[in-house]
């Protein structure tokens, strides 16, 4: 009798080339929010935004083990150089992706000073950002679930 699974070591190709599109696609939706550097206008799906944030928390932690290995470090403080010039390179479209994803679930970008309200403010801001998006459009354009899935490679 044949064995189901005759590939090499058991690992599918078609699983394989899946997982290694995923990754890509998961960092185009990182790349189209810096393609969008400073654009408040319109939505964000709750995958793009989220991307952002993982490629973020990444991105960050590489700087600061730059920071540390590299001897730029502040001393006491744990980052310095490299962690500081990223942070301020995705300061913009992190507040605009921020500001979008609000627009999604229909709320204005303002909505983001609630911020400022101790823990409470925190906790609403979390919940508005994993809530769906509305359906169709709304006072901030077309739902962006409907419009396109993915994004597009060709513009990244």
């Given at each position: 009798?044949?064995?189901?699974?005759?590939?090499?070591?058991?690992?599918?190709?078609?699983?394989?080339?899946?997982?290694?599109?995923?990754?890509?696609?998961?960092?185009?939706?990182?790349?189209?929010?810096?393609?969008?550097?400073?654009?408040?206008?319109?939505?964000?799906?709750?995958?793009?935004?989220?991307?952002?944030?993982?490629?973020?928390?990444?991105?960050?932690?590489?700087?600061?083990?730059?920071?540390?290995?590299?001897?730029?470090?502040?001393?006491?403080?744990?980052?310095?150089?490299?962690y500081i010039l990223y942070g301020l390179a995705v300061?913009?479209?992190?507040?605009?992706?921020?500001?979008?994803?609000?627009?999604?679930?229909?709320?204005?970008?303002?909505?983001?000073?609630?911020?400022?309200?101790?823990?409470?403010?925190?906790?609403?801001?979390?919940?508005?950002?994993?809530?769906?998006?509305?359906?169709?459009?709304?006072?901030?354009?077309?739902?962006?679930?409907?419009?396109?899935?993915?994004?597009?490679?060709?513009?990244i």
């Amino acid at each position: 009798m044949e064995s189901r699974n005759h590939y090499k070591n058991g690992a599918n190709p078609k699983s394989l080339k899946s997982r290694d599109i995923l990754k890509n696609k998961s960092m185009n939706w990182y790349l189209a929010v810096l393609k969008k550097y400073a654009e408040f206008n319109g939505r964000a799906r709750r995958k793009e935004y989220w991307m952002f944030v993982l490629f973020n928390i990444i991105f960050a932690i590489v700087a600061l083990i730059l920071d540390n290995l590299l001897g730029t470090a502040i001393h006491g403080i744990g980052y310095g150089l490299f962690y500081i010039l990223y942070g301020l390179a995705v300061l913009i479209p992190g507040l605009a992706v921020l500001v979008r994803r609000l627009h999604d679930v229909g709320k204005s970008g303002w909505m983001f000073f609630i911020l400022f309200i101790p823990i409470v403010g925190a906790i609403w801001m979390l919940i508005l950002l994993v809530t769906d998006s509305v359906a169709g459009e709304n006072e901030y354009g077309l739902n962006p679930k409907e419009i396109v899935a993915e994004p597009m490679e060709n513009n990244i």
